[in-house]
């Protein structure tokens, strides 16, 4: 489930259709789910609802329109989606699902493309599944488990863009935010794919310090962190969007071919479409970034005890997918 402080109007709109459901229609709540409980807020200009997930806003989704993303991080994530990712379909994974938003923006912007969104919550996903007409396997998949058990069992080199946006209470659980949880994510990553992670935090903002260095010292090789300026000068709670490449192949000689992408820091795009948000945004990178993380130290898993049994959470192998 996604986490956000406030939603404005975005950037660009999508185009709409004729409605599939009405919001008026849907449930309200709070509804149980596997893990809490699930409340649909309706936007009384709009068909649309709000997402509340354990009471915390998770998702906004326009039934009118897929293409509409109204959190401010979702925007900056689909910015760089825009100008980053490989043209054309994308495969794209998506840690946290809650009520899919992004994964709708995708499909509606990249028509063609297939996608897994997973979520803890079993429930939930098979909510969501009946009410905002998602679109079916293969072109959005849903799977219940732990983020990072579902990822394990992805195939090498499987993902375009892996998107990490998981919350318990108010911040990410800890075995998703090291180096371990990194090279998962680069092993399922083509070697030009993306890594995009929503961080919140308050200030002086340590997490972020945190994710940064952990990238880092996982070998990323082209890593950007993108926010509101007033959240990035550490002045107030908000989300920071980390945008991140996988290390260099093995075989990779440096000699990058002339389709190589632009690195993230030296988009003009990129830093072009962030300012022209509703809500403007700036990406920092290189020496910038480096000073932000100053020495703050990486994350790595905590050793295994081997009195201590696995855990016995599902891993999720069943798609909850209608075939």
Known sequence: ????????????????????????????????????????????????????????????????????LTFEYMQQMAAVIDGSAPPGPLRAVHLGAA?????????HSRPGSTQTAVDLDTELLERAREWFDLPRAPRLRLRPGDARAVLATL????????VRDVFAGDRTPDHLTTTGMAH?????????????????????LALARAEVATLRAAGARDVVMIA?????????????????????PPDDDGQRADDAPVPLADDAALARALRTLAVPARALGGAELTAFAGTTPPRHDEPADPATPPPTEATAAADTAAP
């Open 99 to 107: 009520g899919c938003s992004l994964p709708r923006w995708v499909e």
């Open 1 to 68: 489930m996604s986490r956000s402080t406030r939603r404005r109007t975005p950037a660009r709109p999508g185009s709409r259709g004729a409605p599939t459901r009405r919001a008026a229609d849907l449930p309200t709540g709070p509804l149980p789910t596997t893990t809490g409980t699930v409340e649909l807020v309706p936007d009384p200009d709009r068909n649309a609802v709000t997402v509340h997930v354990n009471g915390v806003p998770s998702s906004y989704v326009d039934l009118d329109d897929p293409g509409l």
């Open 228 to 248: 509101e300026p007033a959240v990035l000068r550490g002045r107030r709670y908000g989300n920071l969007v980390l945008a991140a490449r996988p290390p260099r």
């Open 155 to 162: 195939r090498d080199g499987s993902a375009d863009v892996v």
């Open 184 to 204: 998962e994510v680069w092993r399922v990553l083509t070697p030009d794919g993306l890594y995009l992670v929503n961080c919140a935090d308050r200030p002086p």
